[in-house]
Nanobody, 116 residues
Framework: QVQFVESGGGLVQPGGSLRLSCAASGSTFSLYAMGWYRQAPGKERELVARFTSGGSTVYADSVKGRFTISGDNAKNAVYLQMNSLKPEDTAVYYC??????????WGQGTQVTVSS
């Protein structure tokens, strides 16, 4: 199985920005199978952004216009640029592909905390 390692999280003030990175190891992944998910305390894990076939992207309504997913297939990496961060964005962020989600294979994630 492909393993995903997330990084780039941290503490940021509201309105600030962070760039998350996801590095895959084990085998080359398909960029368009990748997505970012997050889970806040007491809440279920939710989709943040993902690629679709044909190079399209899908975003949660709550992050549209603020977050941008991108990637480098040659580097087996996917990124999430997060701008205009809000306290409600506070969560552990994970990257994964569909097979990983189905199998329950999640990485450690990276903590994003948006607070004054």
């Amino acid at each position: 199985q492909v393993q995903f390692v997330e990084s780039g999280g941290g503490l940021v003030q509201p309105g600030g920005s962070l760039r998350l990175s996801c590095a895959a190891s084990g085998s080359t992944f398909s960029l368009y199978a990748m997505g970012w998910y997050r889970q806040a305390p007491g809440k279920e894990r939710e989709l943040v952004a993902r690629f679709t076939s044909g190079g399209s992207t899908v975003y949660a309504d709550s992050v549209k216009g603020r977050f941008t997913i991108s990637g480098d297939n040659a580097k087996n990496a996917v990124y999430l640029q997060m701008n205009s961060l809000k306290p409600e964005d506070t969560a552990v962020y994970y990257c994964n592909d569909l097979q990983g989600i189905v199998k329950g294979y999640w990485g450690q994630g990276t903590q994003v905390t948006v607070s004054s």
